[in-house]
């Protein structure tokens, strides 16, 4: 019963490189969303999808872009890499949109940017 | 004045006390709350809703005070395992859930 996968787990990069962090759920659920989680600040949101063709942006989406791909899939782009986004990334997804529901949580992809 | 505050702890705790953490949210339209907790380097997990009544799960209690604008959470007879951090969640804006940073509770044997 896999939940919430996210790939990669580990990543360093450049300054400058792009990448794109890939989610997906086997759960069947509506929304979906990418938080970081930095030291001392919680985990803030980036984007979410409440259900599949739209997305929007949370509280901190500069330097992100996303695709909510299918049901299944919502992907985080980095276009241009900044030492700022130097985070743990979560991907989550919950059945219920507006904040009601229970958040199932993927096991966070470790970004590094130098 | 963040939306969502909580004490960073640590709390350090021995086996079988009762501890007891708070979280303050400034939105006083916000509707739902939670309580999650994060092991270290892990993913959170939802540990209880917290309800306008007050909630009991087994060992912790969770309960809301809309006139105070809080929410807290009761751990009694503290177990090792209990040692994680405990982030407080609140819709505080539109629909989306605002993440507290967390308090740090460690249970000593």
């Known amino acids: 019963n896999a939940g919430v996968t996210q790939t990669p787990k580990f990543q360093v990069l450049k300054t400058g490189q792009s990448m794109t962090l890939q989610c997906a759920q086997d759960m069947n659920h509506n929304s979906m969303y990418w938080y970081r989680q930095d030291p001392g600040m919680g985990l803030r949101l980036i984007y979410y999808s409440a259900s599949e063709g739209t997305t929007d942006k949370g509280e901190v989406p500069n330097g992100y872009n996303v695709s909510r791909l299918n049901k299944r899939e919502f992907s985080l782009r980095l276009e241009s890499a900044a030492p700022s986004q130097t985070s743990v990334y979560f991907c989550?997804?919950?059945?219920?949109?507006?904040?009601?529901?229970?958040?199932?949580f993927g096991e966070g992809s470790r970004l590094t940017v130098l | 004045r963040k939306e969502v505050e909580q004490d960073p702890g640590p709390f350090n705790v021995p086996e079988g006390a009762t501890v007891a953490f708070n979280c303050t949210y400034s939105?006083?339209?916000?509707?739902?709350f939670f309580w999650y907790r994060q092991d270290c380097r892990k993913e959170p997990k939802l540990l209880m809703s917290?309800?306008?009544s007050g909630n009991e799960d087994g060992r912790f209690t969770a309960q809301l005070n809309r006139a105070s604008q809080y929410i807290s959470l009761l751990i009694r007879d503290s177990k090792l395992s209990d040692s994680a951090t405990y982030l407080c969640v609140v819709n505080a804006y539109g629909n989306k859930l605002v993440f507290g940073a967390g308090t740090i509770l460690r249970v000593k044997s």
């Open positions: 939105n006083s339209a916000s509707q739902s």
């Open positions: 989550a997804s919950s059945e219920l949109a507006g904040g009601s529901g229970e958040l199932f």
């Open positions: 917290v309800y306008s």
